[in-house]
């Protein structure tokens, strides 16, 4: 089983500038590229053409050593005295990250969780393009969500072999995400994203995460408790 949670996965065999597999890159390094990325498309938005390492640090809330090593492991080095070019630095990490890849979302509920993410424009932009949703409520059955109109979850297979799903989504009770989870698999989809309060069970070669939010949540207390004042109670 390839089970993740909020912690991300290491990318393995990333081509490097010269085109040769690089090693595997550190799941830490993965979570800071996707800032670098970020920060990236904001400065090509803006027009800017180069960018320090400095700036983009400060950009991306990291130290210019770690980013440096960090874009070491996609091959980018820059040039000392002139920096990164944007374009040519965003495209690469795209490409590490499995973005230029033409990625199709079906999300499983909904819900108000399930909705909210249907309609959220910002994935489009970032690569991933939400091609169904589904629900087993057939009071919701054929509702328009957005752009999309709501599936019955007893067609899942039928509807994800037409759009060509290759990513699914499910925000969904802990009491059907198995069984729903166990369909998405046998239909070929192996990249599968649980907001499902429960741990999932899949097959070797399949890869699961898990979002969490009030684990999440839990964590942020800890740290909250931790950074109050001496004196103030816990």
């Known amino acids: ?14 081509p490097d500038a010269a085109g040769s597999p690089a090693k595997q890159i550190p799941p830490a390094a993965v979570a800071r590229l996707t800032l670098y990325l970020r920060a990236l498309n904001t400065l090509l938005a803006e ?32 040039t000392r005295g002139v920096g990164y070019e944007v374009q040519y630095l965003s495209r690469h990490i795209a490409a590490a990250l499995g973005l230029t890849h033409d990625w199709k979302v079906a999300i499983v509920g909904a819900g108000n969780l399930g909705k909210a993410l249907a309609r959220y424009g910002g994935f489009e932009s970032r690569g991933f393009d939400v091609v ?56 070929g989809v192996h990249s599968v994203l649980s907001f499902a309060p429960v741990m999932l069970q899949v097959p ?31």
């Open 1 to 14: 089983m390839t089970s993740l949670d909020s912690t991300p996965q290491p990318v393995p065999d990333v």
């Open 47 to 78: 027009g800017v053409e180069r960018v320090s390492s400095e700036s983009l640090a400060e950009a991306s809330g990291v130290s210019s050593s770690t980013l440096r090593k960090d874009l070491s492991h996609v091959g980018s080095y820059g």
């Open 132 to 187: 169904a949703i589904f629900d087993a409520d057939q009071m919701v059955v054929g509702n328009e969500v957005g752009w999309l109109r709501v599936s019955d979850v007893a067609d899942l297979e039928t509807v994800l072999h037409r759009t060509g799903a290759n990513m699914v989504v499910l925000a969904l009770p802990a009491a059907v995400a198995q069984g729903i989870c166990d369909r998405v698999v046998a239909a």
């Open 204 to 234: 070797e070669g399949v890869n699961l995460r898990k979002v969490d939010m009030a684990t999440e949540l839990q964590i942020l207390a800890y740290h909250a408790q931790r950074a109050q004042a001496p004196g103030q109670p816990a």
